[in-house]
């Protein structure tokens, strides 16, 4: 299926502060946790400075990160990441904490580029308004078109920015390369790996978004493996050419965007269901497929459900009626008992 909702895969951490909605009181809907390999949970629990129920705008997020983090600190414990995502279902938040548990594995990034090209004004500007329509275009219940290899959504606004971009990629190509892989601005990296996933699909792209997966940036990071990813959905040889081993490590990363959008691609390389990437999927991430598995918004753990299905050989089609059914118990029961 070419068409995707876009809340399962576009969460919205702290894109920017031009939001309508940056002035409006939002629940947090949910507190969800990952790296929890021998961590004590309700330890942590207790330590953190808010509670389900308690309501927040966007504009608080950077205090409220701050807040945390030293709240945590305060009682021993050194959060690897807390990522307020909005939204779930409801339009509420959701306060994912990374923990340094012992199914964390610290990434090896490369160092940051020096040069200074960057990119003009106009299509950094594309990339800012898009990210502004992304919420507008989830509030509109719109979907995406993935099957050209680039995101189209059906919410015209968005859709005219992404069309704009994919004219400024397919012409400037070289530029977008240089900027990913030289600037030393790393807002200008991330606009260059979105922007060069509208280029047009060959092998030298997909090398590059695969290289800008190691940068020392997360939102760099977070858009070159979504590009990689949207262009794996629209073909099954193109979805060959992605390297999926160097993705695994990224399950087990403490960043919530990189076990999110890792865990996304991988869903993705394993549909094939090559025997060796499964093998490594099992010995390398059980642990964060499995806790990750178990998060309660259907759209961020739809990726381990399906790649722990694929690990207990269950049959596709059953493997996606179980996940539409939110049956995850059954999931993991089967790949506990497949070994």
């Not at 990034?109 to 502004?132: F, K, N």
């Not at 999926?244 to 076990?259: H, K």
């Not at 739809?302 to 009626?321: F, H, P, T, V, Y």
Request: with cysteine; charged share 25%; hydrophobic share 40%.
């Amino acid at each position: 299926m070419p068409f995707r909702t876009l809340p399962i895969l576009c969460a919205l951490i702290l894109l920017a502060a031009s939001f309508h909605w940056a002035q409006e009181k939002r629940p947090i809907a949910d507190i969800q946790y990952f790296g929890l390999t021998g961590i004590d949970i309700q330890r942590v629990a207790g330590a953190l400075p808010f509670h389900q129920g308690d309501e927040l705008r966007f504009e608080q997020l950077t205090d409220f990160i701050l807040q945390t983090r030293e709240a945590l600190k305060a009682h021993g414990i050194e959060p690897t990441d807390v990522a307020p995502v909005c939204c779930n279902e409801q339009g509420n938040w959701i306060i994912y904490l990374g923990l340094p548990g012992k199914n964390l594995e610290t990434g090896s990034y490369a160092g940051p580029p020096t040069g200074s090209i960057q990119l003009p004004d106009e299509p950094v500007s594309l990339y800012r308004q898009a990210m502004d329509l992304l919420f507008e275009s989830i509030q509109n219940k719109a979907t995406e078109d993935r099957s050209k290899g680039y995101a189209l959504s059906t919410y015209p606004p968005l859709r005219a920015k992404q069309l704009a971009m994919r004219d400024y990629a397919t012409a400037n190509v070289s530029l977008i390369s240089r900027v990913l892989s030289e600037s030393s601005d790393p807002q200008q990296r991330a606009v260059a790996a979105h922007l060069l996933g509208y280029a047009n699909t060959n092998e030298r792209q997909i090398a590059q978004l695969v290289s800008a997966t190691r940068d020392i940036d997360e939102q760099v990071r977070n858009n070159a493996v979504r590009a990689l990813g949207v262009l794996g959905e629209s073909s099954s040889a193109i979805a060959a050419l992605i390297p999926a081993d160097g993705f695994i490590s990224m399950l087990n990363s403490g960043s919530w965007t990189d076990r999110n959008k890792a865990g996304y691609l991988l869903r993705i390389l394993t549909k094939p269901r090559d025997p060796r990437l499964l093998k490594m999927l099992r010995a390398r991430a059980t642990d964060s497929l499995l806790e990750m598995a178990r998060w309660r918004e259907p759209g961020h753990a739809i990726s381990a459900r399906m790649i722990l299905g694929r690990i207990a050989k269950l049959d596709e089609n059953r493997l996606e009626q179980l996940v539409t059914n939110k049956e995850v118990d059954l999931i993991i029961e089967a790949f506990k008992n497949n070994r």
